[in-house]
């Protein structure tokens, strides 16, 4: 088992409930390589990064939108995702729901690399826009 936890969950059954809707949502992408070569990687052995590279568990994603008033109309919000790796949960939340626009962005050039071939794969790239940036640089207009 990787040393690195979704959440410092240590419930082993919870976990794998997780790993496996985030596996199957991955693979109805029909992705046509290993994403799991992306797992706990770490730009460069940089440390200084928060943790090393996962998906993030997609279950959470519903669980937090399902906490937006209903009164918010998602059509009028831009969607940022801010560390967004090779774009997964981005893809994911477009799926899900309708917003204005979709954009993410992470400091790991390659992950940005990986996820702009992933929504080309997808025919999503005119949809979503993936972007190499800093949080401590980036400047979020709309």
């Known amino acids: 088992m990787p040393d690195y ?9 919870l976990r794998k409930e997780k790993e496996n809707y985030n596996k199957n949502f991955i693979k109805s992408l029909q992705l046509n390589f290993d994403i799991d070569q992306y797992e706990g990687v770490i730009k460069d052995n940089d440390k200084s990064d928060s943790s090393p590279y996962m998906t993030v568990w997609l279950r ?8 937006v008033s209903k009164e918010i109309n998602l059509k009028n919000y831009h969607f940022v995702d801010i ?3 090779i774009g ?4 994911y939340f477009f ?48």
Do not use: W
């Not at 936890?5 to 059954?13: K, L, T, V």
């Not at 959470?60 to 906490?67: F, H, T, V």
């Open 5 to 13: 936890f979704h959440n410092n969950i240590s419930n082993e059954a």
């Open 83 to 85: 560390g967004c790796g």
């Open 60 to 67: 959470n994603i519903d669980r937090l939108m399902k906490m």
């Open 95 to 142: 799926k899900k729901h309708k917003m204005k626009s979709y954009n993410g962005f992470d400091l790991n050039k390659n992950l940005i690399d990986k996820s702009k071939q992933i929504a080309a794969f997808l025919e999503l790239d005119k949809k979503i826009n993936f972007e190499y940036n800093s949080a401590l640089k980036k400047k979020i207009r709309f």
């Open 88 to 91: 997964i949960s981005s893809i």
